[in-house]
């Protein structure tokens, strides 16, 4: 199956987390595409365009990244899961983008999608200097 990666933010967040993918990966694999929702318009304009698209390609794998679960983006991407090929993750960032475009090649099945979930949070964390290590700078 085909992949289609749509990354979906609020203001520039999607474009800037494509670029940034691009200069550590060089060139994505998949068709990807991003959609930045801007002042004056509403994110029903992307759904109604991307259910189209959707419809027309059933047999494209369309992974879609937003920024956050409940908001705007999100609820209106959110009625697209209905299609089986489609996939939605919330709260994206790099290493969920990363794991998608290089650890998991395949279909998004239940395996891999934990992978894409575990991942994405694996570089969460509180990064803090100990007394110990202070010395070594």
Known sequence: MKRKVIL????????????????????IEYNTEVYSLQP????????IQLRAEIEKEPDVEHVILCDLLGASVFSALYPLTA????RLFTGMNLNMLLSICVDCPGPLDEEAVKKVKDSSC????LAKIVESEQEDF
Request: proline letters at 6%; glycine letters at 16%.
């Open 83 to 86: 299609y089986q090929n489609v």
């Open 8 to 27: 979906a933010s609020h203001g520039g967040l999607a474009p800037g987390l494509l670029d940034t993918a691009q200069m550590i990966l060089g060139r």
């Open 40 to 47: 004056g318009h509403h994110p029903d304009e992307f759904a």
């Open 122 to 125: 694996a570089g969460i964390q």
